[in-house]
């Protein structure tokens, strides 16, 4: 018989949503190591916890995620609270011995993100940087580390949103920089940081700028920075929420020695590959489907060519993650990895504000 994970989801929001999904997913596609059990979901008093937990199948409902984490029947504590939650609650967590995993960004600054790795020291966790876990991205990285891309030159990122545009949202807690941070950076950047640290490696030292297009609104709307990473290979990387035209729109190319490589997230299943050791005759840009048995990820989903979602991302790390764990090995992204994150974010919001060049993260 598998052993039992009872899980505690603090949070129902739209994240509270995909991680629900991938809890109750996951057994369907991968052969897990344990039996899930959706035991709690902590949420406000509204009828948003009370749907969420008939929808998703969590056994109760709870109003005070403080008490939750203290109880004795959770194994697992999911965090999808609002950025500025995610310290404390990942903190008390594993300080009670629970296994922690938590919604990103880690947290709103380094120095609860050290905390929180000190804290979780000797307990598994996870941040969901659920991204790496497309299988088109894990491809991408399986082609850089077998060489085929050879020496990156160029590493060119950005996630766009639009909904910033919209004066109406501004009463979400991303709005308000007490609860969300800076604003995109702090959001959609650290996607971008985590998959660039991920393909390509660490960056040594960067340079920033920030804008506000909306009046009065005290966070950032979009951020763009100038990135040199220790390979040699220079960096351009941007978030926006006034990306107009564009919905969910997280892209890379990557222009190494021997091959090009291009992710666009609206088309997740693809990934453009060009490769340059051809004869130049007979090169072009390859439109590859990275819905074959034989790809990352992908087999564990459906046939080739069924392809597969967003929610997809999030099923493939929670199975990841679960199958580190039986196995005692150590999971990516983890919170030394969402720390790096942190570091470099840091980075370049100090870059912003001083219109200076900054080293990123240590390389140790
Ligand atoms: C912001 O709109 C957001 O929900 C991010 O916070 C998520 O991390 C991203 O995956 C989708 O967009």
């Not at 109880?71 to 594993?94: C, G, K, Q, S």
């Not at 491809?139 to 910033?164: M, N, P, S």
Request: proline share 5%; with cysteine.
């Amino acid at each position: 018989m598998k052993p039992e994970l009872r899980v505690a989801l603090l949070g129902d929001g739209f994240m509270g949503k995909a991680h629900s999904n991938a809890w109750a997913q996951a057994p369907h596609f991968f052969d897990l190591p344990y039996r899930i059990r959706r035991k709690l979901i902590c949420g406000l008093d509204t009828p948003l916890l009370h749907q969420t937990a008939a929808q998703w199948e969590w056994e109760e409902t709870a109003t005070d995620w403080r008490a939750a984490i203290e109880r004795d029947d959770i194994d697992v504590i999911d965090i999808a609270l609002p950025n500025h939650l995610h310290a404390e609650a990942a903190i008390a967590a594993a300080r009670a011995g629970k296994i922690v995993l938590t919604e990103k960004p880690m947290a709103n600054t380094v120095d609860e993100a050290r905390a929180m790795v000190e804290a979780a020291a000797k307990v598994p966790n996870l941040v969901w940087y659920n991204y790496r876990r497309v299988p088109a991205i894990a491809f991408a990285k399986q082609l850089i580390d077998e060489g085929r891309v050879g020496q990156i030159y160029h590493y060119e990122a950005a996630y766009k949103q639009q909904w910033g545009a919209d004066a109406s949202r501004a009463a979400t807690w991303r709005m308000d920089p007490k609860q969300g941070g800076s604003g995109v950076a702090d959001d959609l950047l650290t996607h971008v940081i985590d998959t660039a640290l991920y393909l390509n490696g660490p960056m040594k030292e960067g340079v920033a700028m920030a804008a506000t297009f909306m009046p009065g609104r005290q966070v950032d709307d979009a951020f763009q920075a100038m990135i040199r990473f220790e390979n040699g290979a220079m960096g351009a990387i941007m978030s926006t929420r006034f990306g107009i035209g564009s919905k969910n729109a997280k892209s890379f190319r990557i222009h190494g020695a021997n091959a090009m490589l291009g992710f666009h997230l609206e088309k997740l299943n693809n990934l453009e590959f060009l490769d340059f050791t051809e004869p130049s005759t007979e090169q072009g840009v390859r439109d590859l489907m990275v819905t074959d048995l034989k790809h990352p990820i992908f087999g564990n989903f459906w046939r080739p060519g069924h392809i597969i979602g967003y929610e997809h991302s999030f099923i493939a790390t929670l199975a990841a993650f679960l199958d580190a764990l039986s196995k005692d090995e150590e999971f990516h992204p983890n919170f030394r990895d969402g720390l790096a994150v942190q570091q470099v974010l840091a980075g370049l919001q100090q870059s912003a504000a001083s219109r200076q060049w900054v080293p990123l993260q240590p390389s140790a």
